[in-house]
Structures are given as C-alpha cells and as structure tokens.
C-alpha cells in the first residue's frame, strides 16, 4: 500500500529532487504539492513546483499555492543560493499547467478531513506556515495527521541562515514551534544529515549519465546550487536536503537518528529559529521528534539516481 503524503515546499533546487523522487517512486502516493513562501516568493514557488511535475511529465498533479508570507514575521528569502528564480541551473519552460483552485491551507485542512485518520503524512520541505496554518484554523484535523516528515533545523552543524539557525525553521519560527509542540508523531531531517549528502563531481556526473532531460536538469540544478555551500563550507558538492525527506519514505534504514526533545527558540533575536536539540537527553524536556544525524550517503545517491532515471523513459 503505497503511503500517502502532501509535499509542502518552497522549489528551490533541492525541493524540486525531493519531488521528482517522489514522483518516480510506487511506494508513495502524492496526494498534492502545496507552495509556500521560503526560498523565493510564492508567485515563484508556486510556479516552480508546477515546472517541475512538467518535467516529471506529470501535469495530472495538484499544485496549490499558500501562504506568501509567515505568520507573524516579514518573508526572508534564499535568492543567494537558489538564484533569482529559485530554480536555476537547468533552463525549464514556462509551465502550462494550471495552478489548482483553492488555497493550499484549505487543501491540507480538507484533505485530513477526507482521507481516514492517521493515513496521510505531511512532507514539509520548506518553512512551516501552510502546516501551522492549517493547524490554527482546523485544529480537529492534529489528531488524524499519520506522521509528519519535514527537512529543517540543526543541532552539530548550527544555522545556515544565521549562526544558530536553519533557513526554514529560521523564516517562520512560530510556525515550526506549533508544528514541533503538536504531538504529531515527527521525524526531523536537520542540517546534521542533509549536509552528509553532498553531491560530488561523480553523483552529478551519474544524474547526467542518465541521459535524460530529468537527468540533464538535476545535474543543472545541483550544479548551480552548490556554488552557496562550496563557498561557505568548502563542501565538494551541493547538498541534498529536501530529498533526505522522500528517501526516508521509501529507505528509512538508510538513515539514523534518536528521538529526542526539539524546542524552537521565537523570542531571542540572536538565536531566533534555533531549534534546541536535547541530542545529550540533558533535560527531563519530553521527547518529541526523532532528530537524523545520520545516512547512509552511497546508498541514498544509488537510490535517488535509480529513481530519477525512471522518469522520462517510455
Ligand atoms: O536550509 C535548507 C532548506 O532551506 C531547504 O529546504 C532548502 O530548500 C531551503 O528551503
Ligand atoms: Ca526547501
């Protein structure tokens, strides 16, 4: 039985792998892609994830566009990595899909509402406020979320966007602190994992060998989004963080991790965003997420670039 799943997400390079992977693989059913304001605006996200079910030849998926800025703060963006598009590297074209009708919030609200309870699993890959949104407006529909699996935070390897925080939990911090105190049962793909998955001249050079246009566009994609992390980390390759969420799906036993208490820090402006991870159990602070520290980094590239070269083939 195939599971059932929402992506949320803000497309960005990195979302737009985590989709095609879900899109090439029978063991997940993608019920509909929710855009939210992150990497760049919504008008931008919300067309990005449509542009890329157009590459995966699959204009039969819902895309809803959502919320446009976070709850409370004013939208910060990742244009410096992800370019002015969100999506460059691979020259895409227009997409001539229509964007579905409706919000995304509403989507997700009736959605959890249809399906039966605990059968859906919300993907989250980019900042929280379509998920907080949803919760603060149906908070009947908590109960009967299946599991939540969402790329975001840092524990070892602290912030990206700052010193002690992650872009995503970083750009609305109020919403990931409803999201990571809603009980949800929450597995968490921190920077800690993601930045274990790099991809190297070899796994770029595997992408393209697929001989594909999915294949030529991820090795675009990666190539233009690596220059970010090459400069600031000296990492030899772009890091994969938002597909970490689907090949968990599909290969849990790639990764591991521990099920700790992860609280978000909304109030301090140095440490906005950070999400406290009690990795050391230190504190009697109740366990709610299982936080990933590790993968199994060959064994996810061989995955990903099997998958990806199912797309496209006749
Ligand atoms: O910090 C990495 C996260 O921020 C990824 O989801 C990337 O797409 C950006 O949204
Ligand atoms: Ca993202």
């Known amino acids: 039985m195939a599971r059932k799943i929402i992506i949320d997400t803000d497309p960005g390079q990195d979302d737009a792998v985590a989709i095609l992977l879900a899109l090439a693989s029978p063991e997940i059913e993608l019920l509909g892609i929710t855009a939210v304001a992150g990497n760049v605006p919504l008008s931008l996200t919300q067309k990005n994830a449509r542009i890329v079910c157009e590459l995966a030849g699959r204009p039969d998926i819902r ?7 976070p709850l409370k703060r004013p939208l910060v963006t990742a244009e410096h990595v992800h370019g002015k598009t969100g999506l460059d590297g691979p020259n895409l074209p227009d997409p001539t899909m229509p964007l579905a009708e409706g919000h995304a919030v509403d989507f997700i609200i009736e959605t959890l509402r249809e399906k039966p309870a605990g059968t859906v699993t919300l993907c989250p890959i980019g900042p929280l ?3 907080a949104t949803a919760f603060l407006r149906a908070p009947d529909i908590v109960e009967r979320v299946q599991e939540i699996v969402l790329m975001g935070g840092a524990y070892f390897e602290v912030g990206n966007i700052t010193p002690a925080a992650e872009f995503n939990i970083y750009v609305d911090p109020e919403a990931a602190e409803i999201v990571f105190r809603s009980g949800i049962p929450l597995t968490v793909m921190p920077l800690d994992v993601t930045h274990k998955v790099l991809v190297t001249k070899a796994r770029n050079d595997a992408f393209r060998a697929l001989g594909t246009p999915v ?18 980390y000296g990492s030899d390759g772009a890091p994969l963080h938002d597909p970490c969420v689907t090949a968990w799906l599909i290969r849990p036993e790639l990764f591991s991790g ?3 208490n992860v609280e978000i820090e909304t109030v301090s402006d140095l440490t906005r965003g950070m999400t406290v991870a009690d990795w050391w159990r230190v504190t009697d602070r109740a366990p709610n997420a299982t936080f990933i520290g590790d993968v199994d980094a060959d064994g996810f590239f061989a995955l990903l670039t099997e998958r990806l070269g199912r797309l496209g083939r006749a």
Do not use: L, P, S, Y
């Open 129 to 131: 406020t379509n998920i």
């Open 63 to 69: 895309v809803f566009a959502g919320c446009e800025a």
């Open 258 to 260: 521990r099920h700790i």
């Open 215 to 232: 294949g030529r566009a991820v090795a675009a994609m990666t190539d233009f989004f690596e220059r970010f992390d090459k400069e600031k």
